[in-house]
């Protein structure tokens, strides 16, 4: 069963050498599991299984019977809606990486939000993004401020001119809505747009201009960026996002 679903799986891809170099996984030893010779290494299937992203039932079960992860989005009723946006979203358009962002807060209008967040992929159907919110936001609003409260994630759609993502904190109720578009610059690695809270009316600022900058996978220039991250005053903040974000300017 294993080596069956392991060649429909396979069957998406040009080349068995391509998958099996995305993998990291020998070529040789990739033919041996499809054929049924041989069973990988529990560390092997788990990455086999996020690759793909199906679970270890691919051992038991026909792949087709298997529920993969996203499949509200990408699942049949969705899939040429909402489904179509991430499936579509590719390197060119928002490269995996790290990226630098700055907002005006929504808790302290008076301060700005510096922070850092990771986009990536898993296997070919969707990006995501995670990242932790500032401890000193958590600490302003009385939460707790250690890494499992303040860490957030969301799932990246392409846009018809840009991207779009909702984010969320842990088993929060709310969410946060993000439009970004690129904007031209001398690298060419700053996204412009805005993000929404999702809350009711009366609550407050509930939009605002948001600038992204992409550092790219150097881990030196994030850590650089995560030391940086929390409250900011608009003098403090860097020339060109300041000169982006237009903070004299009400957003419309």
């Not at 599991?33 to 290494?41: A, C, I, K, T, V």
């Amino acid at each position: 069963m294993f080596g069956t679903n392991l060649r429909h799986l396979a069957q998406n891809y040009p080349s068995i050498s391509e998958l099996s170099r995305r993998l990291g996984i020998n070529r040789t030893q990739f033919n041996r599991y499809m054929s049924g010779e041989s069973f990988p290494r529990p560390d092997i299937l788990d990455r086999i299984c996020t690759f793909f992203e199906v679970d270890a039932r691919i051992l038991l079960e026909p792949v087709g019977t298997i529920g993969r992860q996203g499949q509200i989005l990408n699942g049949p009723f969705l899939a040429d809606f909402l489904g179509h946006g991430i499936r579509n979203l590719d390197e060119t358009t928002f490269p995996t990486g790290f990226y630098r962002f700055t907002r005006r807060s929504f808790v302290d209008g008076n301060k700005f939000v510096i922070g850092l967040v990771y986009v990536f992929r898993s296997g070919t159907t969707a990006t995501y993004i995670k990242g932790y919110e500032a401890r000193d936001a958590m600490r302003y609003q009385g939460l707790s401020e250690g890494a499992k409260m303040r860490e957030f994630r969301g799932v990246v759609t392409s846009h018809e001119d840009g991207v779009a993502f909702i984010i969320s904190r842990r088993n929060a109720m709310t969410y946060s809505f993000n439009y970004l578009a690129r904007i031209g610059s001398l690298e060419n690695n700053f996204w412009l747009g805005y993000v929404a809270r999702t809350v009711r009316d009366g609550s407050g600022e509930r939009v605002t201009r948001m600038v992204y900058e992409y550092l790219g996978q150097d881990m030196g220039r994030a850590l650089q960026a995560a030391r940086s991250a929390g409250f900011s005053t608009t003098q403090d903040l860097l020339p060109y996002h300041r000169h982006l974000l237009r903070p004299e300017e009400p957003f419309r």
